[in-house]
């Protein structure tokens, strides 16, 4: 079995406090979307809200599956693990509203064709298979931060899932801002994400 290399963050302990710091001291100065690359400043548009990159619909059923608690609000009452996942700023990402209800829960993948609801955004979505494929320049970001938050909370990732986001870390490198962003939450929660660091780490991670 493979060791992880992360240790989840304990110092923020609830989402409330999470999303504080996200808008007052990681996006500050403003931003990139992650699914649309729209940019914004430091005064944040209403179209603007907040995503977990890996779904806390998951986190949740699996917390059901251990009997640990029985839905989003009954985690935040019962399960301090829960809080922990839930206000972890390496998951964390500023979305379009629109974009992000579309995204639901769904995984990530590759979509054949170009499955586009909003054409000015590379951003492809497939009700049928529950199946979503961001543009090129954010997959890497979004690949490393998947592997990150399995990493440091033993959650799954299903191997099918987890081949391809391997393969977008390797053709998408980390960006100046996504290493900025790295630094900065650190200093904010005392953990970084290695991946960004060290992508090649990334072969090492358990899948299920």
């Known amino acids: 079995m493979t060791k992880s290399i992360h240790q989840g963050q304990n110092q923020i302990k609830n989402y409330q406090k999470a999303l504080r710091l996200f808008w007052g001291k990681v996006y500050r100065d403003g931003g990139k979307t992650l699914y649309s690359l729209q940019q914004f400043g430091p005064s944040k548009p209403d179209w603007i809200n ?29 399960s301090r693990r829960f809080n922990l996942i839930e206000s972890d700023l390496h998951n964390l990402y500023p979305s379009r509203r629109d974009l992000n209800m579309l995204r ?12 586009r609801l909003f054409p000015k955004f ?25 592997f990150y938050m399995a990493d440091a909370y033993d959650l799954k990732l299903f191997s099918k899932q987890a081949k391809t986001l391997a393969y977008w870390n390797k053709i998408d490198q980390p960006s100046k801002e996504e290493k900025r962003r790295n630094d900065l939450i650190e200093d904010l929660q005392g953990t970084r994400n290695l991946f960004i660091d060290s992508p090649e780490k990334i072969v090492n991670v358990k899948t299920v």
Do not use: T
């Open 50 to 78: 907040v995503e977990h990159v890996f779904p806390m619909a998951w986190v949740i059923k699996d917390l059901i599956k251990r009997k640990k608690c029985y839905d989003r609000r009954d985690c935040r009452k019962k």
């Open 104 to 115: 639901s829960s769904y995984r990530f993948g590759i979509i054949k064709g170009e499955i």
């Open 122 to 146: 590379d951003f492809e979505i497939n009700s049928k298979y529950h199946l979503i494929e961001p543009a090129p320049a954010s997959q890497g970001e979004i690949a490393r931060c998947m």
